[in-house]
């Protein structure tokens, strides 16, 4: 699966899963009820959609121009890491709003979703590479045969 399609069905399964996640974590951390914390996740989830797509669309736009395009352990954790470290910028002064917190309180929240989310996008990337396979700009291109190859093979 490639394309649009490919980060369609990637971003909704990601950020659904991850809403449940986050829930249940700030429910935990904040001893605010799932009432309080759900419609918050909604919030981050529909964040982190938006940003889901542009960074993976971003990601990829400078993967394809790598001269290995291979997924490696360290380029997923990167790719994870940085996900997480940039959509922070974005949920600290929410999370801090939504619960009537400071901000430093957010981020001590926020921190304990770092812990956990990139975690949780490293194990998901891997699985869902797995199952539909990694996308173009993962593959190494094809070699094209040289002209004698070209010449004999259409004989």
Not at 4 to 23: H, N
Request: charged letters at 10%.
């Amino acid at each position: 699966m490639q394309g649009i399609k490919r980060k369609i069905v990637y971003v909704t399964a990601f950020e659904i899963i991850g809403m449940a996640i986050s829930t249940a974590w700030l429910t935990l951390l904040s001893g605010e009820s799932p009432t309080s914390t759900g419609p918050l996740a909604l919030m981050i989830t529909t964040i982190a959609v938006i940003w889901n797509l542009l960074y993976n669309t971003a990601f990829e736009y400078w993967e394809i121009r790598q001269v290995s395009r291979t997924r490696t352990v360290w380029r997923r954790i990167l790719h994870a890491i940085g996900f997480q470290i940039t959509l922070v910028i974005y949920l600290i002064p929410l999370i801090a709003w939504w619960l009537d917190i400071s901000l430093w309180q957010a981020f001590v929240l926020d921190f304990a979703l770092m812990l956990i989310i990139p975690c949780y996008s490293f194990i998901f990337n891997y699985f869902f590479d797995g199952l539909f396979g990694v996308p173009l700009s993962a593959q190494q291109p094809k070699e094209e045969p040289s002209n004698v190859q070209a010449a004999s093979l259409s004989n």
